[in-house]
């Protein structure tokens, strides 16, 4: 079947033009066709406007050739032998629908508690305890501790206290592990973990990596009453989508909130060490202490990222929350799970963006983007491949900053833009004993090439 759509462009009283068409159609001889050519049919498509409507008439017209009918009671018109007869038929379109402020409305908290009915079997309540002594401090995590509510001991008391905190979790597999917040867990001498319907068990720290801020508990219960979570990809987040952060913050069990993914691509300090997690998803969904270690899911439920810190001068949720990103999780849990470690790659450089002005005071391309090589670890992997760091400062408007490092502006073939990306391609690409290609440009602009092995992260 052969098919022809010709579509009019929009304009008001266009039934003249179409007949006239038509007319023309009629006309056109078709050469040497013969006499069991197909019925070419005119679909006249006509898509009506609410009335008094200033939008204009949109008209359509689909040739379709179909077999011809069997001849009909009344007689017709004889056509020439070369000339197939034309039909026309009108198709209605669907007419266009007001939408109703009040549905839009039901369908987003439909939504919402649909995420919440399914998934709040999957997360618990992960409350711990520490035994402390007197002279004990309270860890500086970098964020609100499980423990910040929870009082030290007085001179008057024993030499030893138990301390509490709380945090969030999910299941993550039906066999009883249980994701989490590193920092909700370090140091803790006991484990409760509590489900929504009230099943209360004791919990094990199986492992845990202070770099993305990541543990894994397990619990013993059957696997009926372990629904797993289901994972997205974090890579598919768009900033303006709808986040839904479950956990229980200031020990309000099992609350729910919303908000947006108000920013992707963020990189924070883990908290727990020097090294830097990328990739972390901001939202402004309330986050507050309580929350940590609990998932961030998109509309259809999916976890997307594991809730971990605030930015907020009291403590409470400001609006700026941050979660790591749920692949990243992907990467590290099994490793967690299998062998009890996690192992990064190691560069073992510190440094940064470049700078405009440093790549002035250098003499490079103000085009040229990349991280600047600052410091080097002494018998790390960077210095004995040939890598250079800064070797002076130089004055600016700003104050002191330091130039005169190597520029990465690619690896291993793969342009970098900044630190960021640098950091990112080495978590998720490279692991240690791997032996790498970086490109980079030089005090004065000499390009070169540095080859390196890498190592592992120090402790």
Not at 118 to 139: H, N, Y
Not at 318 to 338: C, M, R, S, Y
Not at 440 to 451: C, I, K, M, N
Request: overall charge negative; charged content about 20%; aromatic content about 4%.
């Amino acid at each position: 079947m052969v098919f022809l759509r010709i579509k009019g462009k929009k304009f008001v009283g266009l039934l003249m033009p179409v007949v006239l068409l038509l007319a023309m159609a009629c006309s056109v001889p078709v050469a040497n066709a013969p006499s069991e050519a197909p019925t070419p049919t005119i679909q006249l498509d006509l898509v009506s406007t609410p009335e008094g409507s200033a939008a204009p008439v949109q008209t359509i017209l689909a040739v379709e050739a179909t077999q011809p009918a069997k001849p009909a009671s009344a007689p017709e018109q004889a056509a020439p032998d070369n000339t197939a007869p034309v039909h026309v038929q009108q198709v209605p379109q669907p007419q266009q629908v007001q939408l109703d402020p009040d549905a839009i409305v039901a369908a987003f908290e439909e939504v919402i508690g649909r995420v919440h009915d399914d998934v709040l079997p999957s997360v618990v309540q992960i409350r711990v305890t520490q035994k402390i002594t007197a002279d004990s401090e309270t860890p500086d995590f970098g964020f609100p501790s499980p423990f910040e509510n929870s009082p030290l001991p007085s001179p008057d008391e024993p030499d030893f206290f138990f301390r509490e905190g709380e945090g969030s979790g999910f299941v993550w597999s039906d066999e009883g592990y249980i994701v989490t917040n590193r920092h909700v867990v370090a140091n803790a001498d006991t484990v409760t973990i509590t489900f929504a319907n009230g099943t209360e068990v004791e919990g094990v720290v199986v492992a845990e990596d202070p770099d993305s801020d990541l543990a894994v508990l397990k619990v013993d219960l059957p696997k009926d009453m372990l629904p797993p979570v289901a994972l997205g990809d974090s890579n598919d987040v768009r900033v303006g989508q709808i986040a839904v952060a479950i956990g229980n913050p200031f020990g309000q069990n099992f609350t729910t909130t919303t908000g947006i993914v108000s920013a992707i691509g963020r990189t924070i300090r883990s908290g727990n060490t020097r090294f830097s997690v990328p990739k972390v998803i901001q939202t402004d969904a309330p986050i507050n202490p309580g929350n940590s270690g609990g998932p961030l899911l998109n509309r259809k439920g999916q976890v997307i990222g594991i809730n971990t810190q605030i930015i907020s001068r009291t403590g409470a949720s400001t609006g700026i929350g941050f979660a790591v990103p749920i692949n990243t999780a992907k990467q590290v849990i099994p490793v967690l799970i299998e062998d009890g470690k996690f192992v990064y790659a190691w560069l073992g450089i510190s440094g940064t963006d470049l700078r405009k002005e440093v790549a002035e005071a250098m003499d490079i391309d103000a085009e040229i983007r990349g991280a600047q090589v600052i410091d080097l670890a002494p018998g790390g992997p960077a210095e004995k491949g040939g890598l250079r760091g800064s070797d002076r400062t130089q004055e600016i408007d700003r104050g002191l900053i330091p130039v005169g490092g190597d520029v990465i502006v690619a690896i291993d073939d793969l342009a970098i833009a900044d630190m960021d990306d640098l950091i990112i391609y080495l978590i998720e690409n490279a692991r240690p004993g791997d032996t790498i290609i970086l490109d980079v440009v030089r005090d004065g602009g000499e390009s070169a090439e540095v080859v390196v092995t890498l190592g592992s992260r120090p402790e």
